[in-house]
Nanobody, 117 residues
Framework: QVQLVESGGGLVQAGGSLKLSCAASGSIFGIAIMAWYRQAPGKQRELVAIITNDDNTNYADSVKGRFSISRDNAKNTVYLQMNSLKPEDTAVYYC???????????WGQGTQVTVSS
């Protein structure tokens, strides 16, 4: 069983930065696709950023140039560096792991990010 624990959320002013971390238990992290999603009140959960097991990345258009996803396989941890934050980035941010090759999906419990104007 894989467990994901996010941390690093909080309250920040517009224009500020936060770095989210997601630590995974288990031994499959190095062969998994990792992603960050977010869900704002009254909205559907949306993909923010994704990183493959060979470090290819992709981002939602709304965060390109501001957010950066990275991973440290030795620490079983994925990060989301968020810069130039905007009030519309306010949401609960979730970490997602998709194992390879079977595609099992695991979610973290979420961490709140609030950006004040």
């Amino acid at each position: 069983q894989v467990q994901l624990v996010e941390s690093g959320g909080g309250l920040v002013q517009a224009g500020g930065s936060l770095k989210l971390s997601c630590a995974a238990s288990g031994s499959i992290f190095g062969i998994a696709i990792m992603a960050w999603y977010r869900q704002a009140p009254g909205k559907q959960r949306e993909l923010v950023a994704i990183i493959t097991n060979d470090d290819n990345t992709n981002y939602a258009d709304s965060v390109k140039g501001r957010f950066s996803i990275s991973r440290d396989n030795a620490k079983n941890t994925v990060y989301l560096q968020m810069n130039s934050l905007k009030p519309e980035d306010t949401a609960v941010y979730y970490c997602r792991l998709q194992s390879l090759p079977r595609g099992y999906v695991y979610w973290g419990q979420g961490t709140q990010v609030t950006v004040s104007s």
